[in-house]
């Protein structure tokens, strides 16, 4: 190669170079998933309903926030479970580190994360029987977000520095710029954590809307590959290092609409359920005895809230205690909260039971009549679940 096509080559790279670095830096000064944000006027952007990359952000946000009390879970914690109610918990900082698609494996290293880079004082940690699997989930939680070791927000500029390199980030930095950003509604990051419910009540939102969204809902809920044995295995190696880390553990199993549950039934999947409650509660017992502050308690099944009519037979467009089949309303996240830590909101007496090996056969049995007493009850809803069960899925 001679002298001329080797400085061409050499200039053409710097070239290139600069212009990655460019882009990058751009990327990074913008910043349009909110990548490396906590307390910031770039939380009050508005953007589209769909939260591209709430994983970084949350795992970035909960190492600055340091927050006393953490939420854990799915979409369905992120969406009900409340954060402005500091007055439950005496003041202290609250974030809700939950993120949409995550499996039981993927909030494993959530909850690790922030234990970690924050002085977790308790842990809130919503679960549901379907995704408790360690098949990995859309949550996106990609390696080096949680990982542990030293240094973690150098470790974390430099993956989002990389990030900035990306096609959809440029284009989404570049929508910013020029003012077609489609924004709707807040980042979760915002509200502490929790998604904001304008997103949810936009005319922009693709996946939610009570009526249409049950049949994908009640699919998808019935599908699930959970609970599996490795699962709870990993699991209660996690509690265990919660509880070394001095933790307190406040485990719930998500109200997700009777449906749901009664999808796990026709679906053959109960006794499978009832094994993993009776588990959990034995788990909890065997890490109390140990000088473990954890408790478990259940709040799906067939109660005053899950049992609520739905669209198909009211008729109605909303319903007052869930978005739709798999996803509950925050008012009922009150609830939760009040039946766990206490407060003055009143919780309805059949609403959320505490697991223990002592009470764990009593609640079974009682949740196997209640299940017997609303096939009989809700005869319409009972026949379009298992018409659901029998429909192809569709595409995701």
Same mark, same amino acid.
């Given at each position: ?251 719930? =199993?998500?109200?997700? #609409? +009777?449906?749901?549950?009664? %999808? ?7 006794? *499978?359920? /009832? !094994? ?83 009470? =764990?056969?009593?609640? #079974? +049995?009682?949740?196997?009549? %209640? ?7 809700? *005869?319409? /809803? !009972? ?14």
């Amino acid at each position: 190669m001679d002298t001329s096509a080797r400085r061409y080559l050499a200039i053409f790279l710097a070239c290139a170079l600069a212009a990655l670095a460019l882009i990058s830096a751009v990327n990074y000064r913008v910043d349009p998933y909110l990548l490396h944000q906590w307390d910031s006027p770039l939380l009050q952007r508005l953007r589209p309903t769909t939260e591209k990359l709430s994983v970084w952000g949350k795992t970035y946000a909960v190492a600055r926030y340091r927050p006393a009390i953490v939420y854990i879970g799915n979409s369905r914690t992120e969406m009900g479970l409340p954060t402005r109610v500091r007055a439950l918990f005496d003041g202290k900082s609250i974030f809700n580190s939950a993120v949409s698609g995550a499996s039981i494996g993927e909030a494993m290293r959530l909850a690790e994360h922030a234990a970690r880079v924050s002085h977790v004082d308790t842990m809130v940690w919503g679960i549901d029987a379907p995704s408790f699997s360690l098949e990995l989930g859309t949550a996106g939680v990609e390696p080096g977000l949680t990982d542990p070791g030293p240094a973690f927000f150098a470790r974390r500029a430099l993956l989002n520095i990389k990030r900035g390199l990306t096609v959809d980030m440029t284009r989404d930095t570049w929508r910013i710029l020029s003012g077609t950003y489609d924004g709707v509604c807040l980042s979760s990051l915002a509200l502490d954590g929790q998604r904001d419910e304008s997103c949810l009540t936009s005319r922009h939102r693709t996946w939610t809307g009570t009526a249409r969204a049950f049949t994908p809902r009640l699919q998808e809920f019935g599908d699930g590959l959970g609970p599996t044995a490795p699962a709870l295995q990993a699991f209660d190696a996690s509690v265990g290092k919660l509880c070394r880390g001095g933790t307190h553990l406040r485990l719930y =199993i998500n109200p997700t #609409h +009777a449906l749901t549950l009664d %999808a796990l039934y026709w679906r053959g999947k109960w006794d *499978a359920m /009832e !094994t993993w409650q009776r588990d959990l509660a034995q788990l909890a017992q065997r890490y109390r005895s140990e000088g473990c502050d954890v408790r478990v308690y259940d709040f799906s099944g067939f109660n005053s809230i899950t049992s609520e009519p739905i669209p198909q037979v009211t008729g109605m467009r909303e319903m007052r205690y869930y978005w739709e089949a798999s996803h509950y309303r925050d008012n009922v996240g009150h609830f939760i909260l009040a039946r766990l830590f206490g407060g003055a909101v009143p919780v309805p007496a059949d609403f959320g039971v505490e697991l223990t090996p002592a009470s =764990i056969a009593a609640h #079974h +049995a009682a949740m196997r009549a %209640a299940r017997e007493r609303y096939h009989a009850q809700h *005869a319409e /809803e !009972t026949a379009y679940l298992r018409h659901v069960l029998t429909l192809p899925r569709e595409p995701k």
